[in-house]
């Protein structure tokens, strides 16, 4: 069973940035595909970044040039630097691995609140 934390949510103006931060033991993210989804009230949860075994990245539209997904250097935490937020990226977001793609393991979400 693998443990994943996040910490990082919390309340933000638009136009302001966040770093959420998904934590485990052992170097769990350099041979499991991650990512970080997100959920709004009534509706589904979405995908919103995606790191592969080999560093390579993708990300939802509504995103790109403003969220960024990494890993540390010991590859046991993944990060999801978020900038430019807007009132529509609040959600509740969490982290997830898988084989492929994440959805296997999951945290237990953070919350994220863009509002003045």
């Known amino acids: 069973q693998v443990q994943l934390v996040e910490s990082g949510g919390g309340l933000v103006q638009p136009g302001g940035s966040l770093r959420l931060s998904c934590a485990t033991s052992?170097?769990?993210?350099?041979?499991?595909?991650s990512g970080w989804y997100r959920q709004a009230p009534g509706k589904q949860r979405e995908l919103v970044a995606r790191?592969?075994?080999?560093?390579?990245?993708d990300y939802i539209d509504s995103v790109k040039g403003r969220f960024s997904i990494f890993t540390n250097g010991v590859k046991d935490t993944l990060y999801l630097q978020m900038t430019g937020l807007k009132s529509e990226d609040t959600a509740v977001y969490y982290c997830?691995?898988?084989?492929?793609?994440?959805?296997?393991?999951w945290g237990q979400g953070t919350q994220v609140t863009v509002s003045s």
């Open positions: 052992g170097s769990v993210f350099a041979i499991w595909t």
């Open positions: 997830s691995i898988g084989t492929g793609r994440p959805g296997r393991y």
């Open positions: 790191i592969s075994i080999d560093g390579t990245t």
